[in-house]
């Protein structure tokens, strides 16, 4: 018997390869070659240009610590900015918080949010037409030059910096998220898994370093981004965001009155505690 899989092209000399029990859909985008197929472990997947970017098993622990990390660690946002995130979940997770009254979606290739519907409907759960959904189909980058509106939380939810997200990791974009977001708001991004990925973490946070006065990154763990925990980038101009007590975030938990599998305040707060081989590389 043959067994159909895909096999991961992120790293150069290590490779993840994914049996596939059935094929959903297979071709190329306006943009990238796009595959969504299911696994026995992780449930339906999809692959952007040979790189997994969500599952159904455990797209939990990405979404909830990027939308709810800068969200209840802000504690007043209303206007929440996404660049990417095709598949809906993090859409999804930051209209969980009734405080939010706008989200904007800025995603370059419309077939990811078409396929997604489709075969990943549970990412997206309605999140689409919500009417506080703001759905902008352009790049990122182009857009942040001429934003429509000032934002609380922006969310670089991007492929790597391979393909069409590569503009997301470059200075003019980290320059213009100021054109994006209110004084005191938070940026937070997708930034790979640091014992892999250590140059792309360490040149997104030194762009920043240039732009915002509090940079940093946290952390969680997400199987099918092997290597270890993955980080996200933080960047604001108000250093109390980073450092809320956990009483205070357990009490703006508690308010939205939002159910979790991963997030809680105490993984929140833990999150920002890193290991040295990480945290030299934010220095
Ligand atoms: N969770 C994933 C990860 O960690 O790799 C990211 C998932 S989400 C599907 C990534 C999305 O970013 C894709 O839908 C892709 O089309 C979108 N994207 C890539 N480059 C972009 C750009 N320049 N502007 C807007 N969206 C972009």
Known sequence: MTITSFREQLHSGFFSEYEAEEVYFDSATEHQRLVVFKNPKFGRMMMLDGVTQTTEADEFIYHEMLAHVPILAHGNAKKVLIIGGGDGGMLREVLRHSSIEKCTMVEIDSSVVELSKEYLPNHSQGAFVDPRTNLVFNDGSAFAREPDDLYDVMIVDSTDPIGP?????????????????????????????????ADELRNSLMHLKQFFTDVSCYLATIPTYVGGPMAFGWASNSKSHRSVDVEILTERFAQSGISTRYYSPEVHKGAFALPPYISNLTE
């Open 165 to 197: 997200g590569e503009v997301l990791f470059q200075d003019t974009f980290y320059a213009n998220t100021r054109n994006c977001l209110h004084p005191d708001g938070i940026l937070v991004t997708q930034n790979g898994v640091p014992f892999l990925q």
